[in-house]
């Protein structure tokens, strides 16, 4: 069965510090690994990992695969009160339905 | 453009109850998928489709029942509501199972079950 656990699961910071959150995985033939952000309602996509080593970028977003490892972190640098929400993690094998597996989640509060 | 569509957004049940939850989706997509979230948790999947007239339990399908006799709609039912089914429903699709396929979500529905 697939894993995803994410830590830490809840994180609050002042404005303009840097957080690092950590997402490792357990999955039969990984695809993908997909990084969210939730705030009230639905998830809103940030990034698809698919190759380790090779950083995506976002804005004050970013993010990276360490295939050896079984892990991901998202980095989010200045951090601002809009960056207040969770953000999941999720994982996705190559198999029919490509279904992904999501981890609990980072509540990250961000305060003035 | 409306992407992804779920209804109702709100709903409170009786134990016992039977309802179904709307999804539709107008990206012509062939994976779907519905996911609970209870408070402070992650995504459970449910059930999803990979294409009209298949589906398939996901995690948790236990309570549930799904369709899928078009490309668009995906409906979930709950036959016997329980408090244990009190939770965010999100349905979701994706056009295929390339990398780089995004998935989308709908805007939820927030399940009370009393």
């Known amino acids: 069965e697939d894993k995803v656990v994410q830590s830490p699961l809840s994180l609050v910071v002042h404005e303009g510090d840097t957080v690092t959150l950590n997402c490792s995985y357990e999955v039969t033939n990984f695809r993908s690994l997909l990084w969210y952000k939730q705030e009230k309602k639905a998830p809103t996509f940030l990034f698809m990992l698919t190759s380790s080593g090779i950083e995506k970028k976002s804005g004050r977003l970013s993010s990276i695969l360490d295939k050896k490892e079984l892990s991901s972190i998202l980095n989010i640098t200045a951090t601002q009160t809009g960056d207040s929400a969770i953000y999941l993690c999720?994982?996705?094998?190559?198999?029919?339905?490509?279904?992904?597996?999501f981890g609990e989640g980072t509540q990250l509060t961000v305060n003035p | 453009n409306a992407g992804v569509t779920q209804t109702p957004k709100f709903r409170i049940l009786k134990i016992g109850q039977s309802m179904t939850l709307q999804c539709a989706q107008d990206m012509n997509h062939n994976y779907m998928y519905w996911y609970r979230q209870d408070p402070g948790m992650g995504l459970k999947l449910i059930y999803y489709?990979?294409?009209?007239?298949?589906?398939d339990k996901g995690e948790v399908p236990n309570g549930y029942n799904v369709s899928r006799s078009t490309t668009e709609d995906f409906p979930l039912r709950l036959e016997l509501a329980a408090p244990s089914q009190t939770s965010v429903y999100f349905c979701?699709?994706?056009?295929?199972?390339?990398?780089?396929?995004?998935?989308?979500f709908g805007e939820g529905s927030w399940l009370t079950v009393v």
């Open positions: 979701a699709s994706r056009a295929g199972a390339l990398s780089g396929n995004t998935i989308y």
């Open positions: 999720a994982v996705e094998p190559e198999t029919s339905g490509s279904r992904l597996t």
């Open positions: 489709s990979v294409g009209a007239g298949i589906t």
